[in-house]
């Protein structure tokens, strides 16, 4: 399986590190997008949680805390999770 590329923001890798330890999965945006990935939850569905992942947010701090706060409120987290 080939590892994902990292993201160039320190906070924000972290954070993506954050959300793939909780069972989320990166995907890569398409060459036109704007973002630059996306995570998914461990549901895997359309009606699973998503949330587009940023190259340059105004604020980089807060978009990891976004995406941490997205992960941990994932209604799609496993029984062993809550």
Same mark, same amino acid.
């Given at each position: 399986?080939?590892?994902?590329?990292?993201?160039? +923001?320190?906070?924000?890798?972290?954070? =993506?590190?954050?959300? &793939? +330890?909780?069972?989320?999965?990166?995907?890569?945006?398409?060459?036109?997008?704007?973002?630059?990935?996306?995570?998914?939850?461990?549901?895997? &569905?359309?009606?699973?949680?998503?949330?587009?992942?940023?190259?340059?947010?105004?604020?980089?701090? +807060?978009?990891?805390?976004? =995406?941490?706060?997205?992960?941990?409120?994932?209604?799609?987290?496993?029984?062993? &999770?809550?």
């Amino acid at each position: 399986m080939p590892t994902r590329k990292k993201h160039p +923001n320190k906070e924000i890798e972290l954070a =993506i590190q954050y959300a &793939e +330890n909780k069972g989320w999965q990166y995907k890569k945006s398409g060459n036109s997008a704007h973002a630059w990935g996306r995570l998914l939850c461990s549901l895997h &569905e359309r009606e699973g949680c998503s949330m587009s992942i940023w190259s340059t947010p105004k604020n980089t701090d +807060n978009h990891a805390r976004q =995406i941490r706060q997205k992960v941990n409120f994932c209604m799609h987290r496993s029984e062993g &999770e809550l």
